[in-house]
């Protein structure tokens, strides 16, 4: 299995629900990534996990939340988002560990629309 | 701060011919060199790299130019196939590729 999976594929919510979004992979990956695409903008990172702990958070408001729950899982919790949080959220992995360089493997995404 | 530009946000090129899409980069602390692919609906895939202590790595097709001293490197597709029709992502990294940077993206037509 060398792919990265992300549920759900679209999500519409409302400014005061809370939903969540799923990544898995299963190529024994270390290091798992959130990223953030706006329309015609290049992909941002919003977090990483490297062993499951949370190694980089670029000043990511509190309403989105990452969970790592084991190796193969990210969510991304999301809570009292914004209309202009609607965006492509992409996730990704990479073998992490003593690798050095390690190229980053996405998912699909999650076109997120937040009404 | 855009660290990573690529200020062709689209280029057309007849099928056969040299594709040739450019990025430039700001950070002198990068030292290593992504080119993403990206088709509508998927997430990007990785397609080429290279490291600050080379100028130029080929895979087939495909090969990748780093300037150091201009912050500029090139992805050149020789040649060009409609396949290869997509958005062309350049991305950076320092050290630790846990933190990559992308460029905004050029949209590449191959006409047949």
């Known amino acids: 299995d060398t792919e990265v999976t992300q549920t759900p594929k679209h999500l519409v919510m409302g400014m005061t629900n809370k939903k969540s979004l799923k990544c898995e992979q299963h190529m024994g990956h270390r290091a798992m990534y959130w990223y953030k695409q706006k329309a015609k903008k290049p992909p941002e990172l919003m977090f990483v996990?490297?062993?499951?702990?949370?190694?980089i958070n670029e000043s990511v408001p509190s309403r989105f939340s990452p969970e790592c729950p084991n190796s193969s899982l990210l969510n991304l919790h999301l809570h009292a988002l914004q209309p202009e949080d609607s965006a492509l959220y992409l996730c990704?992995?990479?073998?992490?560990?003593?690798?050095?360089?390690?190229?980053?493997?996405f998912g699909p995404g999650t076109r997120l629309t937040v009404l | 701060d855009q660290q990573v530009k690529q200020n062709s946000p689209s280029l057309s090129v007849q099928e056969g011919r040299i594709s040739i899409l450019n990025c430039d980069y700001t950070?002198?602390?990068?030292?290593?060199f992504l080119w993403y692919k990206k088709y509508p609906a998927e997430g990007p895939t990785f397609l080429i790299s290279?490291?600050?202590?080379?100028d130029k790595n080929e895979d087939g097709r495909f090969t990748v130019f780093l300037n150091k001293s201009a912050k500029h490197l090139s992805l050149h597709i020789v040649p060009s196939q409609p396949g290869d029709s997509a958005v062309y992502f350049c991305?950076?990294?320092?050290?630790?590729?846990?933190?990559?940077?992308f460029g905004a993206g050029t949209r590449l037509t191959v006409k047949p």
């Open positions: 290279i490291s600050s202590i080379k």
């Open positions: 996990y490297s062993y499951e702990k949370l190694s």
């Open positions: 950070n002198s602390m990068f030292d290593y």
């Open positions: 991305a950076a990294s320092a050290g630790n590729n846990n933190d990559m940077r």
């Open positions: 990704a992995s990479s073998p992490g560990g003593r690798v050095r360089y390690n190229e980053q493997f």
